[in-house]
C-alpha cells in the first residue's frame, strides 16, 4: 500500500467518525432512533478517532519534520484536554424509572437522572416501538436548581403526569401524546 493511499484511507477513516457521529447526533434528538443514538452519539470518543485519523494522515503524508511535530504536539494537547471531560464527565444520567404504560407494552415512560455540579437534573422521555424501530421522545427536563421531579407516571395509555415542585408547594403537568408517542407539549423547568 503507497503512502498515497494510506493518507486517503485514514482521511476517509476520519469522514466515517464524523458521519457517524452527526447520525448519533441527528438520532438523539426528539423522535429519534433510539439505538442509533445510544451507540453512535459520543462527541468526545469520536472527535478524539477523527483528530487521530487526521493526525496520522498528516504525520504519514507530510515529509516536512516542522510539520510533523507540530502535528504530534497539537494532537497530543488535544489529548490531555479530553481527559478531564472523561473523567469529570461521569457515567451519564441513571434511569430511574422504566415503566410500561398501561395496555401498551411498546410505549415506556423513561426517567433519568443526572447531576449538574451540584444540582440534580431530571429528563423525562416516552419511548415508542421496540427493537431498532424504537423511538425516543422528549416530555420534560427539570433543573433540580428551580424544582425537582416528585413523580412521573402514566395517567392513561396516551397520557404522561408529572408532579413537579417542593412537597409544600405541588405542580401537576399532564401531558398527552398522539398515537406515535409524541408529546403534544413538553415540560421545561430551570
Known amino acids: 500500500m503507497s503512502v498515497r493511499q494510506r493518507v486517503l484511507l485514514l482521511v476517509v477513516a476520519a469522514g466515517t467518525f464524523t458521519v457517524a457521529e452527526l447520525a448519533g447526533w441527528w438520532s438523539s434528538r426528539s423522535g429519534g432512533l433510539l439505538v442509533v443514538a445510544q451507540v453512535l452519539h459520543h462527541p468526545v470518543l469520536f472527535g478524539l478517532l477523527t483528530l487521530a485519523a487526521l493526525s496520522a494522515a ?3 503524508g507530510v515529509r516536512n519534520l516542522v510539520v510533523r511535530g507540530l502535528v504530534v504536539v497539537a494532537a ?14 461521569g457515567a451519564g444520567p ?13 410505549r415506556h415512560l423513561v426517567v433519568e437522572q443526572g447531576a ?5 437534573l431530571w429528563w423525562v422521555y416516552v419511548d415508542e416501538g421496540s427493537g ?3 423511538r425516543r421522545w422528549h416530555v420534560g427536563h427539570i433543573n433540580g436548581d428551580a424544582s425537582a421531579l416528585i413523580k412521573a407516571s402514566w395517567a392513561g395509555p396516551d397520557r404522561v ?6 412537597a409544600e408547594d405541588k405542580q401537576v403537568h399532564l401531558v398527552d401524546l398522539t398515537a406515535s408517542g409524541e408529546p403534544l407539549r413538553t415540560v421545561s423547568l430551570g
Open 132 to 134: 431498532l424501530t424504537k
Open 76 to 89: 497530543a494537547l488535544s489529548g490531555l484536554m479530553a481527559v478531564p471531560l472523561v473523567l469529570f464527565g
Open 94 to 106: 441513571e434511569v430511574t424509572l422504566n415503566d410500561a404504560a398501561p395496555d401498551r407494552a411498546d
Open 58 to 60: 498528516v504525520i504519514i
Open 116 to 120: 449538574a455540579m451540584i444540582d440534580p
Open 161 to 166: 403526569r408529572l408532579v413537579t415542585g417542593s
